[in-house]
């Protein structure tokens, strides 16, 4: 059995680490202006994304991998605004948990997962329309290359943003009628 305080060394290990990563890009990043109380910065690698920083030291900041974003990139990570940072409190569990049990982890991986996923999907209906890319993954025939793109990605597939009927469906419906329908 894993010592209470070793795990307590973990959980405040990775938070740590978390943190620091976090920093790191807040710190070389440049500051553009404030929207709806959310600090926009900009940390120009050429790639058309975003990322929603909110861990416990650094709050609410949107910091753009490009000047010239499509709005409603910057919309969807707006939405992430009022969500609960699901990787950080994954990173608090994951030590308490693994001192329980090791396979544990496996069932919390996939549960943090598929609460990730699901809010990625609420940040995409704040933008109101369906998402449009430069340069769209194109949906694989396999199943399982289907498979792997849900539990690999952070968000729902690049061909499942694209459908029409994206915002209007359940995100388990969506992700049943993916892998499911060949």
């Known amino acids: 059995m894993v010592s209470v305080y070793f795990t307590i060394l973990m959980s405040i290990s ?13 710190k070389n990043s440049v500051y553009l202006y404030r929207i ?23 709050k609410k900041k949107i910091i753009l991998l490009k000047r010239d974003l499509p709005e409603t990139i ?3 990570e707006l939405g992430h605004v009022e969500q609960v940072n699901i990787y950080y409190l994954g990173l608090i569990l994951a030590p308490w948990v693994a001192s329980c049990n090791v396979l544990l982890l496996i069932p919390l991986a996939f549960t943090i997962k598929a609460i990730g996923v699901y809010l990625e999907y609420k940040a995409d209906k704040a933008v109101g329309k369906p998402l449009k890319f430069n340069d769209p993954k194109p949906r694989p025939k396999s199943r399982l290359k289907r498979l792997y793109a849900w539990i690999l990605e952070n968000h729902p597939p690049d061909w499942v943003r694209m459908r029409e009927d994206y915002l209007q469906k359940n995100i388990v419906t969506l992700f049943l009628r993916d892998i499911l329908n060949g």
């Open 36 to 58: 709806n109380n959310v600090e926009v910065r900009l940390l120009d690698r050429g790639e058309e994304n975003a990322i929603y920083v909110n861990t416990l030291l650094l």
């Open 74 to 76: 910057l919309k969807h």
């Open 14 to 26: 990775l938070m740590v680490f978390y943190e620091a990563t976090m920093y790191r890009l807040v």
